[in-house]
């Protein structure tokens, strides 16, 4: 035993770095939306990067401790409590047996990852403790938290690690408005001129259906589809393909309006065609959006986006040498 | 068929075989895919063949997305001279059509179907001019179907029917998607059936239910005891109509944990299939139910 659940948040659920491998068979990879973060967390308390921690979305849990354990926070600013008094975000911090974790209200961003000395101890499933909910696998017994869970942590490994922190620099977070970098492509031949140009040109807003499958976007201009008779077996819509598979951070645009990323938890495939990718050091960021906010595409070739994905790996590597 | 290339982010290449579907573009996606995982290239983490098309993940740090293009690359071309024969299992997959619970969902989402007038088997039994809902069953059941991509959720397969393009079975999904679909459905959209493994939205049509349940992340289902997901791409299915009594003792079978499902192996030649797919699918169909 570990910690106790007194109230589980919004959709909080068990996270590590997730599940490759089984794609094929329709389980994505699951594991935390923004990954810095979630490694990040751990090293602020002495884990292996791949441990597994608690993701909270918009609304904090409330926890009692039943043991002594080292706590950070990392993500999204969602400043951390301990029997109520605050502590600091990107910053680990004691917890002793019989205190609360409670949150204050979001301030930034979207996704907190709560580590905690030793790990989350769930039953590891195809390789990952992470939760894969649309498949009730892995986590805490299949589903998010609950009010009155009891969850294991792993064995802690030495003494406390209390007051170690990530510099403000390296605490990575969108900007405003955001800025996801794409990779036109799959099918972008099949959408017109004018919508190539309009993609990239107008502000995108966050919509409500926002979650671990994917994240949608409104208020941009509907893309037109170049006219064709449709391929056999592709369906009717123009927007429609012979069901293939689709790449995390894909983007369709079912029926031209509203374009959807897939993310960590991602259907699989399906029958609407892809017209480019969010670059994979940009995935991170997604998770940390928050419903109404602003977000642009920008086009992107390949060379940029390994670069961008090598500065990221800088920044992580100088977050392992101070830990 | 040339296959177009294109990168899926930084971190992805997506393959499509051919625009429209065939057996041949899955043979295609299937064999390359199968050689992808042969050669064991270390920095490859995913490989998913699907209906017409393939995708592959990679670690970029480890490859270099234009390198791991050109060794995709020299590996269809090797792949495209082997034949098309796989080894593989055919499966009977047990269906009562017309089931009482398929029946009460449709009626609950009449209003975003094309024929709010009509089930969905008479809808589609009628657009692809089946005199009756008996001869469509027949149809759907009588030739059997590769699983030509498993996913969309955990193991949901796709599957597409062994006979020649006239004779395929096509409907539209519904207008807009259902909430709700009964776990276990056996649906149809454009020229693909499906087995929904678990509850939830879906376009569709429903046709009928199966008691074989297909994916079981408890792994407590005997015959799902050493992997939670049924279905593989390539695995061959048969449909065999079954009556409620049949259901009922199907479900009391799986609970019991006697259930078996009725599984052969098998060689699969793509040319031999193609020069009499009517008896082959009928050899397929004595190796399972001996009829």
New interface residues.
Partial sequence: MGIRVISPGLATSVQDLGR????????PISGGMDRYALRCANLLVGNAENAAVLEAVFLGPEIEFTRNATVSVTGANLPPKVDGDIREGWTSFDVKKGQVLSFEYLQAGARAYIAISGGIDVPV?LGSRSL?G????GGFN?RTLQAGDEIGIGEKSGNSLAARSIPAALRRMPGSPAELRV?S??Y?HRITEEAKANFFEDTWGVASEADRIGYRFQKGRPLSFIDRKQ??????DPS??????Y????IQVPGGTEPIVLHRDA?????YC?IG?????DMDYIGQLQPNMDVNFAEVD?DT??AV?HER?SGLQQVREIN | MATRY???????I?A?V?????LEAFFTSLSV?KAVKESQISAV???????????I?FD??KI???DMLAELKRIESEAASAEAVISTRAVEIPVYYDDPWTRETLMRFRERHQDPNSTDLEYAARINNFDSIDSFIKAHSESPWFVT????????P?MYQMVE?QRQI?V??YLRPRTDTPKLTVGY????ACIY??R?AGGYQMFGITPMPI?D?QQSISYLKDF??F???GDIVKFKPIDRNSYDEGVEAVEAGTFEPVIRELVFSLDEFQSGIDEYNKNIGEMLHGN
């Fill in positions: 490759p491998g089984y794609y094929h068979l329709g389980i499933v894969y649309l498949g009730a696998l299949g990779i492509g799959i972008w391929p056999f077996g592709a369906g009717s429609n393909i012979v069901d293939s598979c790449p995390y951070g894909s259907v699989s495939g399906g029958g892809m990718t969010v670059i994979s050091a390949l986006a390994l994905r790996n | 294109s990168f899926g982010g930084d971190d992805h997506f499509e051919d625009e429209a579907m065939s895919t983490t995913e490989v998913c063949p699907a209906n017409a098309s393939y995708q993940k970029p740090d270099k997305p234009k991509m498993v996913g969309f959720v955990a193991g949901l796709f393009r096509e539209p999904k959209g454009g020229c693909f493994s678990v939830g994916y992340p939670m997901v279905f593989n791409p």
